[in-house]
């Protein structure tokens, strides 16, 4: 007999996850009409995204990918595996493939990501701001950027170090947050210009 564990979620159930939740293999072959994450076993719709954020996200990769030192990668929304219960698509990751089979990966897994940025909208400001930090952070994942834009339409980008102690971030000491230009030293040495991001 099939247990409720066992069974695989559908577009029709996606929505009506068992007492304990989902796993990620009982979602990963769903096709739904929107980006979702999975935390806590609950499938969290992703809202959609304006045409700032996506030039953003991605000249912030680009960027990164520019800089990038062996061994990093620098990949635009891919799964990671934070648990079997939690999986979720940052707008950026920097991560380690040294260990990973790039042919069969379908997520990858948190021990590996060095960085991950996070462009706010406003339909993921809490996620972005308390919930996806919380989550990096807990599980180690070195560093946190959140990119924020202003009233001014300027960038800002907050830079988080995760605190080995406590497993929570704290402002990187030397540039907690950055405008016109980021310059960092982890997870390895990068210089942005951000107001150049948003030249359309």
Known sequence: M????????TEETWMFPPADGWTFDQVKHLELPFDWDLVDGVIV????????HNRVRDRIARALEDAAATPYEVVLEQCVMLDNQNVVKPDVIVFDPRKLDLFELEC???????????????????????????????????????????????LAVHEYWQHAETRTYIPAPMH???????????PFPVEIDLAALLEF
């Open 2 to 9: 099939t247990t409720q564990r066992q069974q695989r979620a």
């Open 176 to 186: 907690p947050v950055h405008h016109d230009k980021l310059s960092t030293e982890l």
């Open 108 to 154: 990858v897994p948190v021990d590996e990501v060095s960085l991950a940025v996070e462009v706010v909208s406003p339909g993921s400001r809490h996620d972005d701001r308390i919930l996806k930090p919380a989550l990096f952070a807990e599980t180690k994942v070195p560093c946190y950027w959140r990119v924020e834009l202003d009233r001014d339409k300027r």
């Open 45 to 52: 719709v992703r809202g959609q995204t304006k045409f700032w």
